[in-house]
T-cell receptor, first 114, second 115 residues
Framework: SQTIHQWPATLVQPVGSPLSLECTVE??????LYWYRQAAGRGLQLLFYSVGIGQISSEVPQNLSASRPQDRQFILSSKKLLLSDSGFYLC?????????????FGSGTQLSVL | AQSVTQPDIHITVSEGASLELRCNYSYGATPYLFWYVQSPGQGLQLLLK??????LVQGIKGFEAEFKRSQSSFNLRKPSVHWSDAAEYFCAVGGGNTGGFKTIFGAGTRLFVKA
């Protein structure tokens, strides 16, 4: 069966420090991969999505970047965190055509930038 | 551009009462519509999905949703709410031809259930 792993579950980082969040999917090949951010009291904002290795689409210009070094690995990074980067980050995957198939979500990373 | 509006930030219902969560969407073509549920501190789980066919869609946990094209709505309903239904609910729209092949979520509605 397919599983998605996202870590760490909780992270507290100082302003200006780097960030690396990792997400891996098991049990499927060539998944579509997504990073969403959920700010307190707000909905999910799509940050990045990828339909293949090395293919990254950015939805919102910001302080973050994403990479997909392997088929089932998706990494969210920042060189210098801002206070506004705080939030709940969710990785998700789907198969088939993006946007029309159900998303499977990881359990999320709560990032606090202080 | 595609968008989703959930007009109610939070709703409180009594256990055993009926529930309706509102969702309106904007989309240039035939939309794929979803409802997801999120328990505190967790990821999201799909409740149901609509693309075509019968406009009344049945989902898991006793939920259903009705697609009304004329109103651009996809409201979620449950005839009798249980305390375990307390969570945050997200409506989402996706598709292929327009919107860049991605799923866009509404801001969510938090459901509180009182005894």
């Amino acid at each position: 069966s397919q599983t998605i792993h996202q870590w760490p579950a909780t992270l507290v980082q100082p302003v200006g420090s780097p960030l690396s969040l990792e997400c891996t999917v098991e049990g499927t090949s060539n998944p579509n991969l997504y990073w969403y951010r959920q700010a307190a009291g707000r909905g999910l904002q799509l940050l990045f999505y990828s339909v293949g290795i090395g293919q990254i689409s950015s939805e919102v210009p910001q302080n973050l970047s994403a990479s997909r070094p392997q088929d089932r690995q998706f990494i969210l990074s920042s060189k210098k965190l801002l206070l506004s980067d705080s939030g709940f980050y969710l990785c998700a995957w789907s198969v088939g055509q993006p946007g029309i198939e159900k998303l499977f979500f990881g359990s999320g990373t709560q990032l606090s930038v202080l | 551009a595609q968008s989703v509006t959930q007009p109610d930030i939070h709703i409180t219902v009594s256990e055993g009462a009926s529930l309706e969560l509102r969702c309106n969407y904007s989309y240039g073509a035939t939309p794929y519509l979803f409802w997801y549920v999120q328990s505190p501190g967790q990821g999201l789980q799909l409740l149901l999905k609509y693309f075509s066919g019968d406009t009344l869609v049945q989902g898991i946990k006793g939920f259903e949703a009705e697609f009304k094209r004329s109103q651009s709505s996809f409201n979620l309903r449950k005839p009798s709410v249980h305390w375990s239904d307390a969570a945050e609910y997200f409506c989402a729209v996706g598709g292929g031809n327009t919107g860049g092949f991605k799923t866009i979520f509404g801001a969510g509605t938090r459901l509180f259930v009182k005894a």
